[in-house]
């Protein structure tokens, strides 16, 4: 069908057409939304996790989205790993800071939000950065202006989320990737958010990672199991995954044959991108207005062949020839996680001298240990592909 009407474009973070199996979450971020609206304390912040491709920066956005929309303090940063990452994250989160604010001009927080716009234009010093808000004026010297990062974040936050608070909303720090933050930056929010929490300044984090986001939050700081909202994203149920393809399918004025429909489903196993890879294929291979079984037969091939191509090759591509032996031998679980002591004696070498080859992986984002001595693939359907994959 026309390709340009398309209603299906995978991507990362990419809204799709129809976004299914998310209301709980959507419903408790709206309720935290409208308790700041009423000045209700002692909320707790978000946390998502879940492998690559389930949908969790796209759930991140619109959250982020609908803050802003009820007029919320709103920061965007997405954690990078390594010192290079950690630099620019932190640079991001000082820029952030003033364009967050920034933003809210001619909003009724917007004159509470004066006093603290000092601390924001300190705040660049200890978070490692120079050169950031020359243009803001020091009326209030003296916050966040320590040079230590935890003094001067949790003064610049405690002013900030008490600006918003006589505005009648909230101030959501959003962190993407968010097992990639840096230690001490990690540390230092989430004793923050502790604080807010103790406090009541209505100050949140939602943050979204890998499924080891909580046991990193929790080995930071013992109180971190309390301080948030855990939400692990995942699949979607069938009814939801349905809805996923057929509904941008029937508001063109197409539809799918319900064989086809299955066929698609088993294909996707519930898993928002493929869903929408799938959804894509399955557009461009069909011809009439109701999309047959053949037609789907061949869009799981063409959009398995663009899976493999895309969303898995790029991963096994950053792979050297001794790393691919590890995720080789991985694959044998599955997409389940591996023991790390298997995995040595698969390839006839001790788990140290592996570990190398282990934390390279990690840091690629091909791979995490969801628990100490396990390892697991990040993407789900990886271990199929490693499988079709010829010997190399
Ligand atoms: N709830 C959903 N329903 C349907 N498709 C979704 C949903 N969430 C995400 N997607 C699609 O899945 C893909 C991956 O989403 P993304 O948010 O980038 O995942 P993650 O951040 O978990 O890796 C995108 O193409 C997006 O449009
Ligand atoms: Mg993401």
Do not use: C
């Amino acid at each position: 069908m026309d390709p340009a009407l398309n209603p299906f474009n995978p991507g990362s973070g990419v809204r799709p057409p129809e976004l299914v199996g998310r209301d709980g979450e959507i419903d408790a971020f709206d309720l935290l939304v409208a308790r700041s609206k009423s000045n209700t304390v002692g909320d707790r912040g978000m946390v998502l996790s879940g492998l690559r491709g389930v949908g969790k920066t796209v759930l991140l956005n619109v959250f982020a989205e609908h803050a802003r929309r009820n007029d919320w303090l709103v920061i965007q940063v997405e954690a990078q790993p390594g010192e290079a990452g950690k630099k620019a994250t932190r640079a991001k989160l000082a820029r952030e800071l003033e364009l967050g604010a920034r933003r809210l001009r001619g909003k009724p927080a917007w004159s509470f939000l004066q006093d603290a716009m000092a601390g924001i234009g300190n705040i660049s010093a200890s978070l490692g950065v120079t050169g950031v808000s020359a243009s803001i004026t020091t009326k209030h010297q003296g916050r966040a202006d320590s040079g230590n990062l935890d003094i001067d974040l949790e003064e610049l936050v405690e002013d900030l989320s008490l600006a918003m608070r006589k505005a009648r909303a909230g101030f959501g720090l959003f962190i993407d990737e968010m097992q990639d933050l840096d230690e001490e930056l990690l540390t230092v929010l989430l004793s923050v958010q502790h604080l807010a929490g103790q406090r009541g300044w209505p100050f949140y984090i939602i943050g979204a990672g890998l499924p080891n986001l909580p046991g990193k939050i929790s080995e930071a700081r013992t109180y971190g199991e309390r301080l948030f909202l855990y939400r692990t994203i995942g699949q979607v149920n069938e009814e939801a995954a349905s809805e996923a393809l057929a509904l941008p399918i029937s508001r063109l004025g197409a539809s799918l044959a319900p064989d086809a429909l299955s066929l698609l489903l088993s294909a996707a196993n519930g898993y928002p991108f493929f869903l929408q890879v799938y959804g894509r294929s399955v557009w461009e291979a069909a011809s009439e207005k109701v999309i047959s079984a053949e037609d789907a037969q061949v869009a799981v091939r063409l959009g398995t062949s663009d899976l493999d191509h895309g969303f898995f090759e790029a991963r096994w591509q950053r792979a050297t020839n001794a790393e691919r032996l590890y995720l080789r031998a991985m694959a044998q679980d599955g997409d389940s996680p591996s023991s790390t002591g298997e995995i040595a004696g698969r390839l006839g070498k001790s788990t140290t001298k592996l570990a190398v080859i282990r934390s390279r992986l990690i840091a690629k984002g091909v791979v995490y240990a969801p628990e100490y001595g396990s390892i697991q693939f990040t993407v789900p359907g990886m271990a199929g592909f490693i499988a079709r994959q010829g010997e190399d």
